[in-house]
């Protein structure tokens, strides 16, 4: 069962109950960096409102996820990624490792990412 927006971890951290390394914000999206992080950039960048995942996007959520691609690659500017490359990725579900059930697309970058998408 997943959990309800009321005690969803990353709903917590939108409200700022919860703290977390902000890089990104404004009305509908923010973006922290990962707390166990994949490589020397890592970043979660989340749309404010609830949402499990990309098979449940409402008008408000796909609005707002719809700005992430923008958003992810002005922050790998920022966090100086850009050049060197970087990868916007997002798990679905079960099988593809989704942990934390409330949508969000990890930004990596800042080393050889490697060429494998699934193993
Ligand atoms: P996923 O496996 O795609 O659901 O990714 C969930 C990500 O959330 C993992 O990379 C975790 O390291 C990260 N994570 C879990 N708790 C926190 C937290 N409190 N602050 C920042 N990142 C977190
Ligand atoms: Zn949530």
Redesign the pocket.
Known sequence: MNAPASEC?FCK?ARKE?P?ALVYEDDTLLA?K???PQAPVHV?IIPKAHCEGLGDLTTETAAAAARIPQVAAQLARDLGVMTGGWRLLN?CGPDS????FHL?F?LLGGKALGGRLCQ
Do not use: P
């Open positions: 971890l951290i919860i977390a922290f990962d707390i166990f979660l798990n490792g989704q942990t934390v969000h990890h």
